[in-house]
């Protein structure tokens, strides 16, 4: 005897709703790439006043993203979510930081921020900062994630482009 699916437990209801649920769970529901340099201000941390802009986005099966808000992905669907994504900073000449850091409804969850470290000062390259894999639990059209870059340079530095251009993606991983 086989047990029923996540989420569809004995005595529950099948709706659509849960139905969708269980076709979602694993799935790419949100991808974007922020294509044009955007500046980001120096600082210890990723801030809201730092998150990315998104501005190529390819993938929203939830419609949880919108040109009024466009730093944040906010699904339509109550659940667990893992985020994945990095910021690659132009060449510079200061700072011994890069990261970034997920926000959830602009504030940092607990291991939401990955830092890069140089021994020297970072030194006319470019750098990616991988921002760590996260699962969150997300209300349906309450709750939003943004990806804050920071970096320590003392003065703004702008995001690469082209291939190292940073990106977000949202992976849905079940009901909540």
Known sequence: MSSPPPGLLPGHRLTADRLNEQFLIGRLVF??????AQSMTSSSVGASSNALSWD???????????????????????????????ASFNASTGGTVRGVSWLVNGSLPVAATARDHATTAIANTSLTAMARTLPVQLNGSTDYVELAPFQDSGSAL???????????????????
């Open 56 to 86: 190529n986005v390819s993938v929203d099966v939830l419609g949880g993203w919108a040109i009024g808000n466009p730093t944040r992905f906010t699904p339509t669907i109550a659940g667990w979510y893992q985020l994945a994504g990095a």
């Open 31 to 36: 991808f974007a790439a922020r294509d044009a």
């Open 158 to 176: 702008d995001t690469a482009t082209g291939s190292t251009r940073p990106y977000v993606a949202v992976f849905f991983a079940g009901p909540a």
